[in-house]
């Protein structure tokens, strides 16, 4: 039996508009008077009277119709359900000194590092470079809420004051964990799987709490058994699988972070990993007659962007399988006439696609259940009776 369900809605306690009580009231007036109060236009002072009476009444019942809402909110705070007004990206910064020296290095807790965009970092702790070393890595976290923070491997180039003998840093991993600010919606979700939530036990309980780290609908996977190494088994333990909302890799400190947060709200005692879902970039060729009078290009730039939304890793699910039919229906919507052919290789990572086997017309099995797609390299080949046509994304 399949059963379907739609979100409640509240009533208002009453949804008439002041002109409407404006009207309902003139009209009482006139009919208990017996019509004997009949001047009811827009300049008689009976009407201004009824006007001043019904705006008094609007302005209760729009209160009133508050006061639901009020009482929600009121009971979630005696849970100590707050509103999040967004969180700070963090990464890694790497300082490279122009050459060794014979004592430390020390670049202190606090020090401001800059993006290309402007955006401004500061060093979660004191670094020191040892004697003799050049190179040196400590975690920065954005003076910012929000996505700002989330930015490229390599946009954090530059310093605020600069250090004598510092010659080059960069961040080898992109900024991570930056989040707006909740709506009124959101925050009530949240807090009602809070509430059902107050210990993690099944695997529901440790992707919900994955998700209350890193934002409503971030990918998030718990498997139990798993060690370290998830490949092996390893009982009274249980390993989550995540990304961010956008799809990007967690960062060392987001992976810490989750992992001693989901330890902390463990009711059974068990060792917890944390780790990225594990991507497969995914190269797509797809033959196809252009219909009449279309564009070409704006044909093949709609393939590749219905392909890029469709094998996208935060939206892929737990499925292992990339089925052919379902690339080819992802192009076919993009309005051409058929479909002659669709192939699919999985690129090995650090491999260029030209020193491979072709695409097949083959589905592709993903290796693990916390494996998920992204779209690798992309060729459209569109042919008319005259032409063809080939793009490459």
């Not at 201004?48 to 009476?53: K, M, N, S, W």
């Not at 991507?279 to 044909?299: N, R």
Request: aromatic content about 8%; glycine content about 8%; hydrophobic content about 40%.
């Amino acid at each position: 039996m399949t059963v379907e369900f739609e979100p409640l809605i509240a009533p208002l306690l009453d949804s008439r508009s002041e002109r409407q009580l404006v009207e309902s009231a003139a009209a009482r007036v006139y009919e208990v008077s017996e019509g004997a109060i009949n001047d009811l236009g827009p300049s008689s002072p009976i009407t201004a009277l009824i006007e001043g009476q019904c705006f008094a009444q609007a302005e209760f019942l729009y209160f009133l119709n508050q006061l639901p809402e009020a009482f929600l909110i009121y009971w979630l705070q005696l849970f100590g359900i707050q509103r999040r007004l967004g969180s700070y990206a963090q990464t890694t910064v790497e300082f490279q000194l122009s050459e060794a020296r014979p004592i430390p290095f020390t670049i202190p807790q606090g020090y401001v590092v800059v993006s290309n965009g402007g955006v401004t970092f500061t060093c979660n702790e004191e670094l020191i470079i040892q004697a003799g070393d050049t190179v040196g890595r400590v975690g920065v976290t954005c003076t910012e809420l929000g996505l700002v923070g989330n930015v490229p491997v390599g946009a954090i180039a530059r310093v605020l004051q600069p250090l004598t003998g510092l010659s080059l840093l960069w961040n080898p991993d992109p900024g991570a964990g930056g989040t707006e600010e909740e709506s009124i919606s959101e925050v009530k979700l949240r807090a009602f799987q809070a509430i059902r939530r107050r210990g993690l036990i099944s695997a529901d309980d440790y992707e919900n709490e994955a998700q209350e780290y890193l934002g409503e609908g971030a990918p998030a996977l718990a498997i139990g058994s798993r060690g370290q190494d998830p490949r092996t088994i390893q009982e009274g333990s249980v390993h989550v699988f995540a990304r961010n909302l956008d799809g990007s890799a967690l960062n060392g400190f987001q992976i810490q972070e989750l992992g001693d947060r989901l330890l902390q709200k463990s009711l059974l005692g068990i060792r917890v990993w944390v780790s990225n879902i594990d991507v497969h970039e995914i190269d797509v060729e797809v033959i196809a007659q252009l219909a009449k009078g279309t564009s070409p290009e704006s044909t093949a730039s709609s393939i590749y962007s219905n392909l890029n939304r469709y094998l996208r890793p935060q939206d892929w699910g737990e499925s292992q399988t990339i089925v052919l039919k379902e690339i080819e229906y992802q192009a076919r919507l993009a309005g051409v006439e058929f479909i002659q052919s669709v192939a699919l290789r999985e690129r090995s990572p650090g491999v260029e696609s030209e020193t491979v086997s072709p695409p097949l017309p083959t589905n592709i099995r993903l290796p693990y259940p916390w494996s998920a797609p992204t779209l690798g390299e992309v060729t459209i080949i569109l042919v008319t009776e005259e032409d063809s046509y080939r793009y490459t994304f």
